[in-house]
DNA sequence: ATGCCTTTGTGAACGCGTGCACAAAGATTG
DNA sequence: CAATCTTTGTGCACGCGTTCACAAAGGCAT
């Protein structure tokens, strides 16, 4: 998971589960891809396997929708994009505001997998007046002095926030301000909100920091492993890699 | 979340929960924070805030870790600081390649989070052979033929795949046989791994579907309240904003 | 030393998510 | 039409994660 998530009590939006929800997208690109190669129908079972998920968990997240399969058959593909779409909100078009046009800002704007799947980049803005009128993959960057005309003008309601942690919540607050109820924070920071706004974060380093703790589990089993005498699976060649634990702490406590 | 996860069943990991593993990043982060501001002590309460968590929660969570608080006090910065860093494995370095120096690619390698925790960016690798040698964040990117000695050259166990979906399972399975165990993915494709190895997803697009979901739902709020003579809250001046359903179905099934 | 105040650490209850296992439903074949 | 086979949809049980609420522990003032 990539990721955080800030979320009001509410969770339950009409029975459907929010970790439903958030295997919906992958089940729609599973689909897409079959959609793609004209497949007719698809089994839960197959389908979980494009998605990565076993099949009951599939089956019970369906059966939330509706029930839109058929018994010693298996799924519409085409019938059950259609649904998914709709319920994840994508049969219309949403625009949506970059914030923060740096190399990650730039990489966001050029993902082709926004315009793909129902959002439109309406606009990009940074608060550096050197970048404004620079297109960035085909579109002007804007300067922050307009955030909110544009906003209003586009009625966006979803912002992309991929500034440096230090203006984040500043541009949060403009953002919401002008009428955002739905933000993407890549910046390394908490957002305070009001309610009635939805934040996820993405942050890169900690997930590379759960990876991280994982690892060094994993050394610390191969090394227990290699003391009680079992050999440790063959691991190539590495240089200097340092067991767990064995350091000083920096500072104790009083 | 940003998230998506592709875990082994063995979750629990020397007891400490996967969900706390998942928050301690975020507390560390924190108390950084007010490490560099000199602050000495903190409660549970305040460092709380300052994550964007409940203080039950964090107080649990640190009772996986052990006693290190002080009652009637609270917790010692200096000394939590070193103990997260420990636990999570960053008082050692760990060199990590990016696979895919795209505009993406190029974000990551730009991006200081990484160096600053206990990462380090030990190679950028593309597959372009124009790419080859050209500098990117100050490290000249190599060809993919050199991935499996790099690899083995900096005991490198940690992978970033930013490739397009295309070639993502190829470059992971190359990885894996180098002897990588590890895996942050951020091309839009199920990877299969064997056991052992851990894969983390972070889905852009993933991410603004499910607020777009949300943000659907809120609009049909509105609207149902309307319907019921109760005014919705007063929203920007929204250029068209569709309501929620209303279209037809693109294909029935059978 | 004693009593009060603050804050931690945790037992217990609850709710959500997952996975099993099977009955119901439809397709298919003879 | 009956028998068989396939695959869905779901009731149920279990385990993890969250939250409450409070006893235990330490600091501090008198």
Not at 30 to 56: K, Q
Not at 96 to 117: D, K, M, P
Not at 232 to 248: L, N, Q, W
Request: glycine letters at 10%.
């Amino acid at each position: 998971m990539a990721t955080g998530r800030t979320h009001r009590p509410a969770t339950r939006s009409r029975g459907i589960p929010e970790a439903t929800v958030a295997r919906l997208p992958l089940y729609l690109r599973a689909l897409t891809a079959l959609s793609e190669r004209s497949v007719p129908t698809v089994s839960s079972e197959e389908l979980a396997v494009a998605a990565g998920v076993n099949s009951a968990k599939l089956r019970k997240d369906f059966s939330y929708l509706g029930s839109y399969g058929t018994r010693g058959v298996g799924y519409d593909v085409e019938y059950l994009v259609y649904q998914i779409s709709r319920e994840l909100g994508l049969t219309q078009d949403w625009p949506v505001v970059i914030v923060g046009i740096g190399n990650l800002g730039a990489a966001l704007a050029n993902y082709g997998g926004f315009a793909s799947r129902g959002f439109r980049v309406a606009a990009l803005i940074d608060a550096d007046p050197e970048m404004a009128g620079k297109p960035v993959a085909g579109i002007p960057v804007q300067h922050t002095d307009e955030l909110e005309r544009i906003i209003s003008d586009n009625g966006v309601s979803i912002g992309v926030i991929a500034t440096p942690a230090g203006g984040a919540q500043q541009v949060c607050e403009r953002l919401v301000a002008a009428g955002v109820t739905s933000i993407l924070n890549f910046a390394p920071t908490v957002l305070t909100v009001p309610d009635g706004v939805d934040v996820r974060k993405v942050d890169l380093s900690i997930e590379l920091q759960i990876l991280a703790f994982h690892e060094q589990r994993k050394a610390g089993e191969e090394a227990a492993a290699a003391e009680a005498g079992t050999p440790p699976p063959i691991r190539s060649t590495a240089a200097s890699r340092k067991g767990p634990d064995g350091e000083v702490p920096a500072v104790m406590p009083a």
